[in-house]
């Protein structure tokens, strides 16, 4: 049956069908939160971040909140169902039996939290600590979700516990140094260790059947093997990308665009030995074109190829961020109509166009990509 925008329907199967409803995230309350094992790996050893924390600037949310809610209207106006979170406290210290961190994070980016495949919205456990309670931001759009579709699937992985066992003491030093770093990532050394089950849903790309999931910073080896447990019907495959000295989150590092077409970060190459299944099912994976910036803004945890985080509303549309345009003029290029929408002083709050969004519904059956 055809989408209509009058019924609640959760279902989504890959990263590329015409999108017809999303979540926008929300910038408000969003904290630096204080040290941690698993976010101190990721902060780069050469930036602004280090050492501060606490909620951040008045002016950098408002402004964060402008462009999302400008992005919002922007799909709103091509006929797109947007729901906003709702922001809990991040300010709010948070203790379990088995840690303590003094502040959250925000209600950014939904990507990261919120893994939807077909009729359900999977909550992931995460990795940081301050990122503990994040779902409780969506709770209410879930709860809605819940009551408005009878087939909705609402599912949460197991809280992890987060003690000390689950971060490699040799990734707290405060100089490690990029080399060091990607000995380590070619080893498939990470911060996060085998303790329990890690994975942030941005570590996972939704190919129909099949379910691709980096390795690395915030998803660990037993998070992928809960993955595959968890969706029996689904193929679970594992990947990394052994270029990249702070791995976290796949979605500036591979990006499908449509069936048979995938961007690859030139610096994160995907292995030869993992590209089979793509390879013997004629699909095309090109190197992305190079982030317009040198440099990522202020106080921002992500590198600069968020340039290549883009949301795909169908297999010929994509928005790309407006000041992108070398990856914009390539999108062109691939035969993709773009889309320009600002969000680069929203970065810093976690992340580019794929992140701080998250899939309810796109058109389309679970298909099988690689048979
Ligand atoms: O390149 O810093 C950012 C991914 C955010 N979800 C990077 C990865």
């Known amino acids: 049956m055809a989408w209509s925008p009058d019924k609640t ?10 999108l017809r409803h999303v979540i926008v995230g929300r910038a408000d309350d969003c904290h630096i939160p204080p040290e941690e094992p698993a976010l101190d790996a990721k902060v780069p050893e050469d930036s602004d971040m280090r050492g501060q924390w606490g909620r951040r600037p008045q002016e950098t949310i408002d402004r964060a909140n402008e462009l999302l809610d400008n992005f919002a209207d922007q799909l709103r106006k091509r006929g797109v169902r947007v729901d906003r979170p709702v922001s809990i406290d991040h300010s709010q210290p948070v203790t379990t039996p088995d840690f303590h961190t003094d502040s959250q994070f925000g209600c950014m980016p939904p990507r990261d939290v919120l893994l939807t495949v077909g009729h359900e919205m999977l909550e992931a456990t995460m990795s940081y600590r301050c990122r503990w309670f994040e779902y409780l931001n969506y709770r209410p759009l879930l709860k809605q979700y819940w009551e408005e579709d009878p087939r909705f699937r609402h599912e949460a992985a197991p809280k992890p516990r987060l003690t000390d066992a689950d971060y490699h003491p040799d990734y707290l030093s405060e ?18 260790t085998e303790e329990e089950p890690l994975f942030d849903a941005a570590d996972v790309l939704r190919f129909g059947k099949d379910l691709v999931v980096q390795h690395g910073f915030t998803t660990n080896l037993k998070g ?4 595959r447990r968890h969706f029996p019907d689904h193929r679970v495959h594992t990947v990394n990308f052994p270029g990249d000295p702070y791995p976290i989150h796949i979605d500036a590092t591979f990006t499908p665009l449509r069936p048979g077409l995938i961007v690859n970060n030139p610096q994160r190459r995907l292995p030869e030995e993992q ?10 994976i090109v190197d992305a074109a190079q982030p317009a910036h040198n440099t990522p803004p202020p ?11 883009v949301l795909v509303l169908d297999p010929k549309t994509v928005c790309v961020e407006k000041s992108e345009v070398y990856q914009a003029e390539q999108m062109d290029k691939l035969g993709m109509e773009v889309v320009e929408v600002e ?7 976690g992340g580019g166009l794929h992140c701080c969004t998250a ?11 690689f048979p």
């Open 175 to 192: 100089k490690i140094g990029d080399a060091q770093r990607l000995e380590w990532a070619a080893e498939k050394f990470f911060v996060t």
């Open 275 to 284: 590209r089979g299944m793509f390879e013997k099912n004629g699909w095309e």
């Open 9 to 18: 329907e959760v279902k989504s199967w890959n990263e590329w069908d015409t």
């Open 359 to 369: 899939d309810v519904y796109r058109d389309g059956d679970c298909e099988d990509y």
């Open 343 to 349: 969000l680069r002083d929203a970065y810093a709050f």
């Open 224 to 227: 992928i093997e809960w993955l």
């Open 299 to 309: 106080l921002c945890y992500s590198s600069t190829w968020l340039s290549m985080n």
